[in-house]
Nanobody, 120 residues
Framework: AQLEESGGGLVQPGGSLRLSCVAS?????IGWFRQAPGKERERVSY????????WYADSVKGRFTISSDNAKNTVYLQMNRLKPEDTAVYYC?????????????????WGQGTQVTISS
């Protein structure tokens, strides 16, 4: 599957952005990851296409919301109350098989990434 991300940009602290990830075909889950300069990749959220399960990292819980439009093979990440520490390249990834945890190693396809910068 091919993935295409969009929606990144520059916003002020406290602002909002919505990222989109369009997959070329059905996959079992779509996850969002981010990587800031000099830091390890962090799993941000995922949503399961088969059972609707979602998961959030503690760092974004209550601020980010993941949703999907299965008819369009599209997943959205609504990011509110953004903080400077949310600055990173955000990647979406797709899993070709069902699993319980959807950790990074269980994703088979990755997008190119979209830059999110939070700065005043």
């Amino acid at each position: 599957a091919q993935l295409e991300e969009s929606g990144g940009g520059l916003v002020q602290p406290g602002g909002s952005l919505r990222l989109s990830c369009v997959a070329s075909r059905f996959t079992y889950a779509i996850g969002w990851f981010r990587q800031a300069p000099g830091k390890e990749r962090e799993r941000v959220s995922y949503i399961s296409s088969s059972d609707g399960r979602s998961w959030y990292a503690d760092s974004v819980k209550g601020r980010f919301t993941i949703s999907s439009d299965n008819a369009k093979n599209t997943v959205y990440l609504q990011m509110n109350r953004l903080k400077p520490e949310d600055t990173a390249v955000y990647y979406c990834a797709a899993a070709a098989a069902y699993t319980i945890t959807y950790v990074a190693s269980q994703y088979d396809y990755w997008g190119q990434g979209t830059q999110v910068t939070i700065s005043s």
